[in-house]
């Protein structure tokens, strides 16, 4: 009687343990978990890295699976101010890794890394089988200081594509990082995460939401350029600082002369007074249109007039050469704005 009890007690044991088991691996996830063929997801992306801190969108299309090379042929889309650049990913399926063989432009290799920097980037922590969404912690990041990241409580999210019920993974450096997590979708929803500075108000890292998602080929976007709309803020390339640049009359027209005001501030948007900036514009043949050093603004604010001779796309360099009396070092602390002057009696509108 003795060993039929032992024997149903070590049976019950295992019973519970597998039960237990059934429960951690149905509430975990990975980078990659509920990807189906034929299926597509659309995020709009802003990295730090990547245009300037610039949004853009990118739509993945899981086509078809290659069972050979254990990985994903996924068509993507990328939607940058109208300009479409089309590539494909060969995606690992063990965490959604662009592999090597890629078909890809090189103009898409900036957008790649943004991928792999921002909707992809949690696969460092749950490549596939995953972890708990119920877990203590998934791991740390490799600095000094700062809370690891870990899945905390449920929020309803709701993001362009619908409302989502996701479990919230975050971490504490300097500010909250902050990841929703839908366990039946292989990205993110949603993110917002901060750069790692020693001192001030952290910059953007990067951000995404979830744009769309649906099944069959999605609709192929076209090449539209789009008419920039003042005011554009851009950070400089460190993050130092961010620069805003905004015009009127709103739609660039040559011969018509165009006001453009400044706007310095430093990591946190705060406008910082005592800048010594250089202004240069140039067209699409490279030619310089004006070229100006050691202006002044002494509130943080400045001002240039210019007066466009012909239509066409135009860059707009802005550095920021010195701040309060003290030259910014080494680095280049300077923004690209990129408009596009048209032609006289042109009407049409600016876009976002």
């Known amino acids: 009687m003795a060993k039929f009890v032992l024997v149903v007690s070590v049976i019950m044991v295992a019973s519970s343990g597998l039960v237990r088991f059934a429960a951690a691996a149905d509430n975990n996830w990975y980078v990659g978990q509920g990807v189906k063929a034929n299926m597509y997801v659309t995020y709009r992306i802003a990295s730090h890295d990547t245009n300037q801190g610039q949004p853009f969108t990118m739509t993945i299309y899981f086509k078809e699976y290659n069972a050979t090379g254990h990985y994903w042929v996924a068509p993507v889309y990328v939607n940058d101010q109208g300009a479409i650049i089309n590539g494909t990913f060969h995606l690992s399926d063990l965490d959604l890794t662009a592999l090597g063989s890629s078909k890809i432009p090189p103009s898409m290799s900036p957008y790649r890394s943004a991928y792999e920097s921002s909707i992809q980037w949690l696969a460092a922590f749950v490549p596939k089988p995953g972890q708990s969404l119920g877990a203590a912690y998934w791991g740390k990041i490799a600095s000094i200081g700062g809370s690891p990241i870990a899945p905390g409580g449920q929020e309803k999210v709701t993001v362009p594509a619908g409302s989502f019920d996701t479990t919230l993974v975050s971490w504490h450096k300097g500010v909250d990082n902050k990841i929703w997590i839908d366990k039946d979708l292989p990205y993110p929803v949603k993110a917002q995460t901060f750069a790692d500075v020693t001192a001030g108000n952290p910059p953007v890292l990067y951000q995404f939401d979830l744009l769309a998602i649906g099944q069959g080929q999605p609709p192929i976007p076209k090449n539209q350029p789009e008419i920039p709309k003042p005011p554009i803020t851009l950070q400089t390339g460190r993050g130092t600082y961010y620069i805003e640049l905004l015009w009127q009359p709103a739609v660039l027209k040559s011969g018509v002369p165009t006001q453009f005001g400044l706007l310095f501030m430093d990591s946190s948007q705060s406008v910082i007074p005592g800048v010594s900036y250089s202004f240069k514009i140039t067209d699409s ?50 923004s690209d704005f990129n408009l596009i002057v048209l032609p006289p009696g042109n009407g049409t509108q600016s876009t976002t």
């Open 285 to 334: 043949n490279n030619t310089v249109v004006q070229d100006l050093h050691d202006q002044k603004a002494l509130d943080g604010t400045g001002t240039q007039t210019v007066k466009f001779d012909k239509a066409g796309p135009v860059d707009i360099l802005v550095s920021i050469d010195g701040v309060q009396g003290q030259n910014v070092g080494d680095f280049v602390e300077r």
